[in-house]
């Protein structure tokens, strides 16, 4: 095996395969590498609902998600893997509409509150014209993975963990579980919520001279037996309900949890009493009668966490180190833009 490469990414979730996959049409020639300790994706976007609208609270997140559409649109020519489009509406405070929608980089539009199935309150608005993209985002990684392998420019080791990375005078060297040892002249960390062990602490650490607090967060997004006309954004609540894709009369409920600094360890992370009682509160203020407490807590819904940074992170750490993530319950739709940011550190 090859063990020399120009990068080397460590994670095969989608911010570590748009960004192997990006670098391989920037850097036409160069040997790029992709590591997973897992052999499928188990990561944050495993448990993703891959919902994409066009938004962002500062000029930054809304220039990523402008870049990152234009690749998913891009991709969609290419691959076989087909994202939907989501009816969509918007429900806010009538004094947030203004300040909400010019965080949007379309244009939403207010709707009569008729025939709705949520119930507002005397002071809320709704809108539509969302724009809003969903995929299922296992499938869409594999796509991508395929894609990749395909193109036959980017090499990539599943079931391989990376223990340590020890800068060289030519780079770095990546020390791994099965005693492998790659060298490499560049190093982009993509490794979602495990950018929080104790062998990147320090790395992600150095993060905090640009004041982004970088933490997990616990997601939880529940699985409703029934399907809703439309995908319903609660924006004043950080909450939504949306289709799920591959089971059909299904919906998803995801709402914040507020809990962090959880563990990324698969069956540790779980939905507890806690999280149904705030979650079906919320629920039946806008849907009430759907459901009572006790079908919703026997419900299943997915449960993971992701990194957390008030921006995403593609941070440049040192010379040919970089750390790629920090999506916030938004590194799906946002994976294009990261990727591409933390690739303009590289010079090859
Ligand atoms: C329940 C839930 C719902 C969500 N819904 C949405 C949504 O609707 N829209 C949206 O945009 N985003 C959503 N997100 C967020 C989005 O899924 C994440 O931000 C995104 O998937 C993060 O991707 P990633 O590549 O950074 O991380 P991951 O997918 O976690 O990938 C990191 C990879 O690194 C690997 N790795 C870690 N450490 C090592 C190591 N030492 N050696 C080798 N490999 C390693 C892991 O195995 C993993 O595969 C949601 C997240 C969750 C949990």
């Known amino acids: 095996m090859n063990s020399n490469y120009d990068i080397t990414i460590i994670g095969g979730g989608i911010i570590g395969l748009f960004t192997a996959y990006l670098a391989s049409k920037k850097f036409a020639g160069a040997n790029i ?16 609902i891959a919902l994409d609208i066009p938004y962002g609270n500062s000029k930054e997140i809304q220039e990523l998600s402008r870049i990152s ?38 244009s939403p539009q207010y709707i009569e509150k008729k025939n709705l ?20 985002p296992y499938d869409y990684l594999e796509e991508l993975k395929d ?48 950018l929080l062990d104790e062998t990147w602490k320090t790395e992600v650490k150095k993060l ?30 950080d909450a939504f309900i949306t289709p799920k894709l591959d089971t059909p009369n299904e919906s998803i409920y995801s709402f914040r949890s507020n809990e962090y600094d959880v563990k990324p360890i698969v069956g540790e992370i779980t939905i507890n009493e806690k999280n149904n009682k705030k979650a079906l509160e919320l629920f039946n203020t806008y849907f009430p009668n759907k459901l009572n407490f006790n079908s919703f807590s026997l419900l299943e819904g997915r449960c993971f966490c992701d990194t957390y940074s008030k921006t995403p992170i593609a941070k440049k750490i040192s010379k040919g180190y970089i750390i790629a993530g920090g ?11 990261i990727a591409e940011k933390a690739i303009s550190f590289i010079q090859l």
């Open 208 to 237: 905090e001279v640009d004041q982004i607090e970088v933490k997990t967060k616990k997601i939880i997004s529940y699985h409703l037996p029934f399907r809703f006309k439309t995908g319903i954004f609660l924006f004043d609540h």
């Open 33 to 48: 590498l992709v590591v997973d300790q897992n052999f499928k994706p188990t990561g944050a976007t495993f448990y993703s």
């Open 69 to 106: 559409r234009n690749y998913f649109s891009q991709l969609d020519k290419i691959i076989s893997y087909k994202r939907q489009k989501i009816p969509f509406i918007g429900i806010t405070d009538q004094n947030n509409f203004k300040t909400l929608t010019s965080k949007f980089n379309n």
């Open 117 to 136: 199935e949520v119930k507002l309150n005397q002071n809320e608005t709704v809108f539509s014209k969302l724009d809003a993209w969903q995929s299922i």
């Open 327 to 337: 999506g916030s319950g938004s590194g799906f739709r946002l994976a294009p833009g």
């Open 147 to 194: 894609l990749i392998i395909a193109e036959k420019k980017v090499k990539m080791l599943y079931g391989l963990k990376i223990l340590a990375v020890e800068k060289n005078n030519t780079g770095f060297v990546v020390k791994t579980s099965r005693g492998v040892i790659i060298n490499t002249k560049n190093v982009i960390n993509a490794a979602g919520p495990w």
